[in-house]
């Protein structure tokens, strides 16, 4: 981030912004040696590097077994049967490292589901909390009949997380 972009955001916003980097960073580090390895295999499949290096493998393959390539004897003659097997391994095993760090990152993205639906359940008690303060403010004062209206009730009562379920699941029967 550019120095003057961040001087120009809230200070709690920027710290957002390194809480949620150190845990990207954090994450990271807890990566096993493997998963290190996996994700950086499949991540250099899908760049240009990547499609050049099989393209030129694939023409050098082809030019040599075709006989374009005087000094080098075929080994693999058309219709190239060993540059066939290569290929089908090669996508089997591009497939598993791809599907090894969807799985990885979709378990990270199911933790920050997970962490987000804390925030907002908690967002929403403090809400509730506030909304009651604010109608017993309202009554103390004599005002409520200026603030008090039937939204204002309803958004003031705590509702249960097994609440919401039952009436999302209510909405969205399985099929």
């Known amino acids: 981030m550019s ?44 760049t240009l590097n990547f499609v050049a290096f099989q393209l030129i493998g694939v023409i050098l393959w082809v030019t040599m077994n075709a006989g374009l390539m005087p ?4 080994f693999d003659p058309f219709p190239f049967p060993i540059l066939n097997q290569i290929i089908a391994l090669e996508a089997v095993l591009i497939t598993a490292f ?8 979709s378990r990270l993205a199911d933790r920050r589901a997970h962490l987000a639906l804390q925030i907002n359940l908690l967002t929403e008690r403090e809400t509730t909390k506030i909304i009651g303060i604010l109608l017993e403010i309202g009554k103390r004062f004599d005002i409520h009949h200026k603030v008090l209206d039937e939204e204002s009730r309803q958004l003031s009562e705590m509702l249960t997380i097994e609440t919401l379920i039952e009436a999302l699941h209510s909405k969205f029967p399985d099929r």
Do not use: C, T, W
């Open 71 to 74: 000094p080098v004897r075929p």
């Open 3 to 46: 120095k003057h972009l961040e001087d120009s955001l809230p200070s709690i916003i920027s710290e957002n912004i390194d809480a949620i980097i150190g845990a990207e960073q954090a994450a990271n580090r807890r990566r096993s040696r493997s998963e290190a390895i996996y994700e950086f295999v499949a991540g250099s499949f899908g």
């Open 98 to 105: 791809v599907l090894m760090k969807q799985n990885r990152m």
